[in-house]
């Protein structure tokens, strides 16, 4: 069984910073990759960063420059560190992981979602 727990993320000012985290825990073998996703209120899921295995980067538009995906491989966990928040990063942020476990099972896990509010 494996488990992925968000962290992080809250009520931040305009300009202001704010990290999230997304573990895995588990049944692992292998983590393959992970994307972060927001959803703002009557939007569409997006995805607004992306980094697999080989360490290999993506992000969306409105996020290059100001926002940063990393993984620490031992603690397998990923991070979300936001720079130079403004109102339309105002989102529930989801975190998308694709395992292999030990039993050789791939599939993806979603995160419980965690508000990041960015407001003065």
């Known amino acids: 069984q494996v488990q992925v727990v968000q962290s992080g993320g809250g009520l931040v000012q305009p300009g202001g910073s704010l990290r999230v985290s997304c573990a895995a825990s588990?049944?692992?073998?292998?983590?393959?990759?992970v994307g972060w996703h927001r959803q703002a209120p009557g939007k569409k899921r997006e995805l607004v960063a992306h980094?697999?295995?080989?360490?290999?980067?993506t992000y969306a538009d409105s996020v290059k420059g100001r926002f940063t995906i990393t993984r620490d491989d031992a603690k397998n966990t990923v991070y979300l560190q936001m720079n130079s928040l403004n109102s339309e990063d105002t989102a529930v942020y989801y975190c998308?992981?694709?395992?292999?476990?030990?039993?050789?099972?791939?599939?993806?896990?979603w995160g419980q979602g965690t508000q990041v509010t960015v407001s003065s």
């Open positions: 998308n992981a694709a395992i292999l476990t030990q039993t050789s099972s791939f599939s993806n896990y």
């Open positions: 980094i697999n295995r080989d360490g290999d980067l």
């Open positions: 588990g049944n692992i073998r292998s983590i393959y990759a």
